[in-house]
């Protein structure tokens, strides 16, 4: 099998040889910038050098724009050693500290109103832009059809695009105050990302769609229940059919904080894996597959562990070795890793991961 096949395989339940060895958080789309001082190129020659399968984070994005698009340049408005402010085509304007791990905030979101939202939709929604597509869009169908590992179709959340957007706080208050600005704006866009998709795959065949949604602290959904099923669960619905009809099988949705009550109405909307997991905010992976056996699971390993050396690491490794036996699990790390975190925990922590998963089999 390849990492392509062991993927989706592992995903849905079905018997693999063994789950793929992914970076999942890491590699070349998020390197500790001491380990780029440390080790010059090390970004770049990462995946070769600790084994890792597939490419970018396991699992690949084709680079079709399925956002806003003709935004144009973000201009830099204030800049000095320490941070740096921006405003972009949208209308947000945002803070960035430099030299941080979490490093900016936004200080003025694009929608505030109806009227931004109507400019937006009107001027940056529109799914025949041709310039959504790379290019070089040609040689990548080329390319991908010989691939051997997953690629996604992506959509930015149906709760993420909107708080995005709004920001989470005005976000809750509109769910109240003007529902309708709500759903047209969930509607709208998952209806421009159908139509994207659909040309997509007229020239390719997808493995998975991912919904970015981070729409949960440490306590749990940022909405309640009936609102996740009134404004989400009939776009979920909605990815779900389409899904089916282009014979995607996996639907992965991306979400921080403590994601186990979410994930019940994730999987009745439709949705078939979810990741990270975090281990901070509480989620309990073992749990969480015991209670829903169709679930797939992507992530799941306490990152922290890597800033408390080799012993907090081999503990960790039986618990990612326990839980690929229940299968339907492919373990990482369950965020990007810290400036805490030397390249040598890094790298004994997947050092010591791709030994477990090369001798250890789902149902074993």
Wanted: charged letters at 25%.
């Amino acid at each position: 099998m390849n990492t392509r096949e062991r993927f989706v395989r592992t995903l849905r339940g079905q018997d693999v040889d063994r789950v793929p060895f992914i970076k999942v958080f890491g590699g070349d789309n998020a390197i500790v910038p001491a380990w780029e001082a440390e080790r010059p190129g090390i970004g770049k020659e990462i995946d070769a050098l600790l084994g890792f399968e597939g490419t970018y984070r396991g699992w690949a994005q084709p680079g079709v724009n399925v956002g806003l698009s003709g935004l144009g340049p973000s201009e830099r408005i204030e800049d000095d050693e320490r941070h740096a402010i921006w405003r972009h085509g949208d209308g947000s304007v945002t803070w960035e500290q430099k030299g941080a791990d979490f490093h900016g905030r936004v200080l003025e979101w694009a929608v505030k109103d109806r009227n931004d939202w109507e400019r937006l939709r009107t001027h940056h929604l529109d799914a025949a832009d041709p310039g959504r597509f790379p290019a070089d869009w040609a040689d990548r169908v080329r390319r991908y059809a010989a691939r051997d590992y997953p690629l996604q179709l992506t959509h930015g959340g149906v709760y993420g695009f909107a708080r995005n957007l709004m920001g989470d706080e005005a976000l809750a208050y509109a769910f109240y105050d003007d529902p309708g600005l709500v759903h047209d704006i969930m509607d709208s866009y998952t209806d421009m990302a159908i139509q994207v998709w659909s040309k997509m795959c007229a020239d390719v065949e997808f493995d998975l769609i991912e919904c970015w949604e981070d729409m949960a602290s440490k306590n749990g959904s940022i909405i309640s229940p009936a609102t996740f099923r009134e404004f989400m669960t009939p776009n979920y619905q909605r990815i779900a059919q389409f899904a089916r009809q282009n014979g995607i099988a996996i639907i992965l949705v991306d979400s921080d904080g403590n994601i186990m009550e979410l994930t019940d109405l994730m999987l009745e909307a439709g949705v078939t894996a979810l990741y990270p997991y975090e281990v901070q905010a509480g989620n309990d992976v073992a749990r969480a597959l015991d209670r829903f056996p169709t679930l797939g699971v992507i992530g799941g390993l306490d990152k922290q562990v890597m800033a408390r050396g080799k012993a907090a690491i081999d503990k960790e490794m039986e618990k990612a070795r326990c839980l690929i036996r229940k299968g339907r699990f492919i373990p990482g790390p369950d965020h990007f890793v810290l400036s805490d975190v030397t390249f040598a925990n890094y790298r004994y922590f997947m050092e010591r991961l791709r030994e477990v998963v090369m001798a250890t089999s789902p149902g074993s």
